[in-house]
């Protein structure tokens, strides 16, 4: 599974980032710089533990990523459900709807559509409600990039 930060499961090379993989310390060193969020969430809310112990470490660094970028807006609550991990300000603004070995996808809910960019690979109505999902993948910490903060920013405010 390549990412930007090499193999970070399964790599048995010692080449570093030329070989396509870290050496085992670099990921233990970058993997504790992004404990502090994952080490709140984790270890606060036992049923988000339980969720997360059957992800893969490349979902679960993404989703260390995705929180970072919501601690950027504001103070929110992670939690999980049985099915997804939920973003509480007042009430949810965002939801992590898949987590894949080597992905996230998280959608924002808004009361219309916004069309006119290049981060949400859908957007679905609700049937029977003015509310639109939009979809975002995440497959690198690349990929919650300005536009996409954008849109998590204005989802956070709505959620007020």
Do not use: W
């Not at 959608?107 to 219309?112: Q, T």
């Not at 006119?116 to 957007?123: G, T």
């Not at 609700?126 to 639109?132: A, H």
């Amino acid at each position: 599974m390549s990412t930007p930060f090499g193999h970070l499961a399964g790599c048995s090379s010692t080449h570093g980032l030329a070989g396509g993989c870290f050496h085992f310390p670099v990921f233990l060193l970058f993997r504790k710089a992004l404990s502090l969020s994952m080490t709140n969430m984790v270890f606060n809310d036992p049923q988000l533990a339980e969720f997360l112990s059957r992800k893969s470490a490349h979902s679960k660094l993404l989703l260390a990523h995705l929180v970072s970028a919501f601690d950027e807006i504001g103070e929110v609550h992670v939690h999980a459900t049985k099915t997804m991990v939920g973003f509480r300000r007042r009430r949810n603004f965002a939801y992590i709807i898949q987590f894949g070995k080597g992905f996230i996808d998280f959608l924002l809910p808004f009361k219309e559509p916004f069309e006119d960019n290049l981060c949400f690979r859908k957007i679905s109505q609700l049937p029977g409600e003015q509310t639109y999902n939009h979809h975002i993948r995440i497959m690198a910490a690349e990929d919650i990039n300005e536009e996409v903060r954008f849109y998590m920013q204005k989802a956070y405010g709505l959620a007020d």
